[in-house]
């Protein structure tokens, strides 16, 4: 045994559930199966347990099983979702291990010596682990040993070997079943009389391979540890994106806002192991009748990740549209992401009021729309309906005007008559615009108008001529 | 001595012994001029409490009137919300009256502006709102949320309604009516109904800044 085997120790996450659980999103609910197809029949692959409580069975053709189960709901088996659902392990993984193996089709293995110290010791770092799935809707198994091809075969029985000595007693206590071989090749080995993984390993090496395969051999020196295994690490991917399926199509919020907390556990997780942070997140939300996707913009005032917030905003960005057609599937999309740093807390206030502050920025934009908040700057320009800018909040600009200007300005100037009003100081002339084609020669007033309210008038002189009324001192 | 007599007694010996009419005096932010701080009840604006305001027209100084409360929050670093303005607040008057005006944020949509009221109300964390009801009937509702929401806020919250608008009586801590002037007169608060004219205190006021700001010669 290599001194490298005996230092590692490792974690397999194995997922019993996964064809059923990648394609159906959540498990309560409706009678849910998936079925591939054989030989040009869909036959049941996998049930779930309501339906297996009314006597769905893998390998029933999906027409016996809705005759007995006429409201079990039943999706096609999709390799590319499994796929998805798997990184989704791994990923959880990602956070409490540098070193993540995907083991295709339903298990994940990784690396736990490492950690050892992280969360206050194995057991409770593998417990988190297994919650954290569980509440992503994975139901895992989780197994542990010195080798990651055995943790990969105990995880399946939730067994822990922590030792070379103990793990070769576990695995010698084994079944010949539990090593998943094809039927034949299994059939082939109990035809021997040997039940158990120690009798067979047992038996001369050459006398084995020629009886049931070499390859036999290699896997179980792979499973002793007395040959390494072959491992491809992963990594999380760059950019994220998830495509989440709603159990059944809708047009309510509330089952939108479900799934989105969801998809959101899982961006969640994706950030904190990339040490990114959230400034915007696109959703396209797409129709079951194939129509045009609707696509909703939630952009953050500051880089994080708050997912109460986040709901919040995609509540009220929800609440503002009208869902021409129910929706079958959220897709989320993180847009831009930066190194993350977790907000500070208040010395003296438990509320992260540093926070709050942004957060009610995003929460008028949700509903306001982008353009619904601004700040206001001052511009340089001679011409006073030139020389103001909506801006975004928290712009600093620099201002320079010194002559007395009204509080109030009108949106444009607005044609007046002279006699309304009682000229009291003035006249300002402002001549400016020559330059860019919206020349104006003016002079400005401080007036009062019938009902002694303090306004700024002016008698233009080019290019129009007349009286306008522009700003009110309030 | 006969009872009514030792009570009088009683409360001339002793002024501080709580007496029913008065109430104890509220948290205030100063209003920034000496005469108004002085004519409103309570010494200044009250903190956490909602101040409705009533201008007779549009720009009968309700927005001038609240600029030094602003500036103040303002420097110090708190965001002031200017929710559903009925025209373009001039930025440079508000610079002038010495708003920071990276802290002041405009919300437009006036469907909107009682919900965002509320909302920044909440949040605890903004200086001032100063919120424009929306034209039409005034629902007493959404000011009676508004009053419960201002709590939170450790700042006093101004509601300005449109010229013709007739509020239901609330409980609001102040309601002033403006006119022109600016004339201000005390609608509902402690005290009894009188009128303040700002008008000479603001060219006082203003030829004091000018001749600070004047040039050295």
Redesign the interface.
């Known amino acids: 045994m290599s001194k490298t085997s005996r230092s590692s120790l490792w974690a397999g996450l194995y997922c019993p559930g996964l064809p059923l659980s990648a394609v159906w999103d959540h498990q309560p609910g409706p009678a849910i199966a998936v079925h591939e197809h054989q030989r040009g029949q869909a036959r049941i692959f996998q049930a779930g347990q309501r339906a297996h409580q009314h006597g769905v069975r893998p390998g029933m053709s999906l027409s016996q099983a809705l005759a007995v189960l006429p409201q079990l709901q039943s999706r096609p088996r999709s390799a590319a979702m499994e796929q998805r659902a798997l990184e989704q392990i791994a990923l959880a993984a990602y956070g409490h291990s540098h070193q993540v193996v995907l083991a295709p089709p339903d298990s994940v293995l990784l690396e736990i010596a490492g950690s050892r110290r992280l969360r206050g010791g194995l057991r409770p770092l593998l417990e988190e682990l297994v919650d954290t799935l569980n509440q992503q809707g994975l139901r895992v198994r989780c197994g542990s040993a010195t080798v990651p091809a055995a943790a990969r075969l105990l995880a399946r029985t939730n067994q822990h070997a922590h030792s070379p000595e103990h793990l070769q007693r576990r695995l010698d206590a084994l079944p010949i079943e539990a090593l998943g071989l094809p039927t034949r090749q299994a059939q082939a080995i109990t035809g021997c009389g040997l039940r158990r993984l120690g009798e067979l390993i047992q038996m001369r090496a050459p006398e084995r391979a020629r009886r049931f395969g070499s390859a036999l051999n290699a896997e179980l020196d792979q499973l002793y540890g007395r040959r390494p295994t072959p491992l491809a690490g992963w990594q999380p991917p760059e950019r994220y994106r998830q495509r989440l399926e709603l159990p059944v199509p809708s047009d309510r919020s509330e089952a939108l806002l479900f799934a989105a907390n969801r998809a959101l556990d899982h961006l969640g997780g994706w950030l904190e192991v990339r040490d990114r942070a959230l400034t915007g997140l696109h959703i396209r939300l797409e129709r079951e009748d194939s129509g045009n996707p609707i696509v909703l913009h939630l952009s953050l005032a500051r880089p994080g990740f708050d997912r109460t917030r986040l709901l919040e905003m995609l509540a009220l960005k929800l609440e503002r549209i009208r869902l021409p057609a129910a929706i079958a599937a959220l897709v989320l999309k993180a847009e831009t992401t930066l190194e993350y740093r977790p907000p500070q807390a208040d010395l003296w206030d438990n509320r992260n009021r540093s926070d709050a502050w942004p957060a009610l920025l995003d929460r008028l934009r949700a509903r306001l729309g982008e353009d619904g908040i601004n700040g206001i700057a001052a511009h340089a320009d001679h011409r006073p309906e030139r020389a103001w800018r909506w801006v975004p909040p928290g712009t600093t600009t620099p201002c320079t005007e010194t002559r007395p200007r009204p509080t109030w300005l009108l949106p444009a100037p607005r044609p007046c008559c002279r006699a309304d009003f009682r000229l009291e100081d003035g006249p300002e002339r402002i001549e400016a615009g020559w330059w860019d084609g919206h020349d104006c020669k003016r002079d400005y007033w401080v007036a009062r108008d019938r009902h002694g309210r303090k306004v700024w008038i002016f008698h233009e002189h080019q290019p129009r001529s007349g009286w306008f009324l522009h700003g009110l001192f309030s | 001595m006969s009872e009514p007599r030792s009570l009088q007694h009683l409360l001339d010996q002793r002024s501080d012994l709580w007496r029913g009419q008065r109430r104890p005096p509220a948290a205030v932010a100063a209003s920034g001029r000496a005469e108004l701080d002085a004519w409103l009840p309570d010494g200044g604006w009250p903190r956490g409490r909602l101040v409705e305001l009533l201008p007779?027209?549009?720009?009968?100084?309700?927005?001038?009137?609240l600029?030094p409360l602003l500036a103040d929050q303002t420097r110090h670093g708190q965001?002031v919300l200017l929710i559903a303005?009925?025209?373009?607040?001039?930025?440079?008057?508000?610079?002038?009256a010495g708003i920071a005006?990276?802290?002041?944020?405009?919300?437009?949509?006036p469907d909107?502006a009682l919900?965002?009221a509320e909302?920044?109300l909440k949040?605890?964390?903004?200086g001032s709102i100063v919120t424009w009801h929306p034209r039409g009937r005034v629902d007493p509702r959404p000011i009676r949320r508004l009053q419960l929401a201002a709590r939170a806020s450790d700042a006093p919250a101004f509601v300005c309604y449109r010229a013709g608008q007739s509020p239901a009586p609330s409980l609001s801590a102040l309601r002033l009516g403006l006119?022109?002037?600016?004339q201000l007169s005390l609608l509902r608060g402690d005290g009894p109904s009188r009128t303040l004219h700002l008008g000479r205190a603001n060219v006082i006021e203003?030829a004091a800044r000018r001749r600070q700001?004047a040039p050295l010669s």
């Not at chain 2, 303005?85 to 002038?96: G, K």
């Not at chain 2, 949040?123 to 903004?126: E, F, I, N, R």
């Open positions: 007779e027209y549009l720009g009968c100084g309700e927005l001038e009137l600029l965001p303005p009925p025209l373009v607040p001039c930025p440079q008057r508000l610079h002038r005006l990276d802290r002041l944020v405009v919300v437009h949509g909107d919900w965002a909302q920044a949040s605890g964390v903004c006119a022109p002037g600016p203003l700001t």
